[in-house]
């Protein structure tokens, strides 16, 4: 059973600074992996797809790299609305979801 | 605009039951997967099921497998969730979210999510 692991649980950024969030898979996925960003109180949006494919709509700040068992978002300059909770997705199999890492202002 | 609304959540008691739906629009949805997705209260997420766009195959996780049952109507635009036996566990905010067209049904991604649905198991 594959296991997907976040880290850091919560990271403390000032806005501007660049972001990088980690995921990793406790077996290949490929690149069978999404993330998503949620804000309290709302539903998740898909950033990213395929690893590094950016969803519709979504700002060229955020950015996904890996493949197989590690898996890296970017967000390259923090703006105010970037403060969330996200989340990876592995889709090599049965979906599965990390347990998120919350991106909080320093 | 694609649009999802869920609806049906509420209190339900141990071994109770519940259906949810989810009205569709914005797409053509008898050309994509659906699926069903929850949160519990202050946890991740952990998906639930996904249905084809006919409705002719359905997927469960082990979690919900024989107590749950995904559906939709094309002639509606509308998916359902019906849950059975319901437990303390089961206790979550239920999202729909709609599935790519090229990906395979049974390993889904999720490219539009509703606002979800509140359902709270307890005596």
């Known amino acids: 059973e594959i296991v997907m692991t976040q880290s850091p649980a919560t990271l403390s950024v000032s806005p501007g600074e660049r972001a990088t969030l980690s995921c990793r898979a406790s077996q290949s996925v490929s690149s069978n992996l999404a993330w998503y960003q949620q804000k309290p109180g709302q539903a998740p949006r898909l950033l990213i797809y395929g690893a590094s494919t950016r969803a519709t709509g979504i700002p060229a700040r955020f950015s996904g790299s890996g493949s197989g068992t590690e898996f890296t978002l970017t967000i390259s300059s923090l703006q105010s609305e970037d403060f969330a909770v996200y989340y990876c997705q592995q889709y090599n199999n049965w979906p599965l979801f990390g347990g998120g890492t919350k991106v909080e202002i320093k | ?123």
């Open chain 2, 1 to 123: 605009e694609v649009q999802l609304v869920e609806s049906g959540g509420g209190l339900v008691q141990p071994g109770g039951s519940l259906r949810l739906s989810c009205a569709a629009s914005g797409f053509t949805f008898s050309s994509y997967a659906m699926s069903w997705v929850r949160q519990a209260p202050g946890k991740g997420l952990e998906w639930v099921s996904a249905i084809s766009g006919s409705g002719g195959s359905t997927y469960y996780a082990d979690s919900v497998k024989g107590r749950f049952t995904i559906s939709r109507d094309n002639s509606k635009n509308t998916l359902y969730l019906q849950m059975n036996s319901l437990r303390a566990e089961d206790t979550a905010v239920y999202y729909c979210a709609k599935v790519p067209g090229v990906v395979v049904v049974a390993a889904p991604y999720f490219d539009y999510w509703g606002q979800g649905t509140l359902v709270t198991v307890s005596s």
